[in-house]
């Protein structure tokens, strides 16, 4: 079974700076996926980043970074320069291999991190 | 193009009630997963369709069941609600592109 950890109920940061958000996983599988969401208050699911297993370089997307520690079974985001917008939920996700002949596995989110971002 | 969109975006219930949540997916993804996301929870897998079938399930009970359609949009189905089941519902497709969207959610109440 898979198990993402997210040990920051919440965390706080001033606007400019850069914070890291903690997510930890648990797998048995030797290929899987790493993904981060951030989800403000309207509902939606917004992917921000993602690292697969075998990937050599830590992942980048703008002003977000995914530091990636495979023996550590550990996969932070970081946030650089951080903007007012930032306030939301934020989760890390696991994405299961394929099955049943569907184009995508299935993912196991954690419990997330509520980021506010202060003037 | 629409993305995912999802139907109804609000509605209440009350206990024993039975609900059907509808999901069309974005153009082109023909695999549709639905995940339900209690208050201050992270979303939970319920089941997973590919070419009408259910492919995938998640620890959640018979009272939950699905259905896709030809033209790969699904709906969600729970019956006997009770108040444990307030959540929002999320509908996802994706493609062999490896493409994942999801859609905005169907926020369900039970009284």
């Known amino acids: 079974a898979q198990k993402i950890t997210q040990t920051q109920p919440g965390m706080f940061v001033q606007e400019k700076e850069a914070v890291t958000l903690d997510c930890t996983y648990d797998?048995?599988?030797?290929?899987?996926?790493l993904f981060w969401y951030k989800q403000p208050s309207s509902g939606e699911m917004i992917f921000l980043i993602y690292?697969?297993?075998?990937?050599?370089q830590n992942a980048t997307e703008g002003r977000y970074s995914l530091n990636f520690q495979k023996a550590r079974k550990s996969a932070n985001l970081v946030i650089s320069a951080s903007q007012l917008g930032d306030s939301a939920m934020y989760f890390c996700?696991?994405?299961?291999?394929?099955?049943?002949?569907?184009?995508?596995?299935?993912?196991?989110f954690g419990q997330g991190t509520i980021l506010t971002v202060h003037p | 193009d629409a993305g995912v969109t999802q139907s109804p975006t609000h509605l209440i219930k009350t206990r024993g009630q039975q609900v059907t949540l509808r999901c069309s997916p974005k153009?082109?993804?023909?695999?549709v997963s639905w995940y339900q996301q209690a208050l201050g929870q992270g979303p939970q897998f319920i089941f997973q369709?590919?070419?009408?079938?259910?492919?995938q399930r998640g620890n959640f009970p018979d009272r939950f069941s699905g259905h896709q359609f030809p033209n790969y949009s699904s709906e969600l189905n729970v019956n006997a609600l009770w108040l444990g089941d307030s959540a929002l519902y999320l509908c996802?497709?994706?493609?062999?592109?490896?493409?994942?969207?999801f859609g905005e959610g169907s926020r369900l109440t039970v009284l």
């Open positions: 153009s082109g993804h023909d695999t």
């Open positions: 690292q697969g297993s075998y990937d050599e």
């Open positions: 369709y590919y070419e009408e079938e259910e492919r």
């Open positions: 996700a696991m994405r299961s291999p394929n099955a049943g002949g569907t184009s995508y596995g299935k993912l196991t």
């Open positions: 797998t048995s599988d030797q290929s899987y996926g």
């Open positions: 996802a497709s994706s493609s062999y592109t490896g493409e994942l969207f």
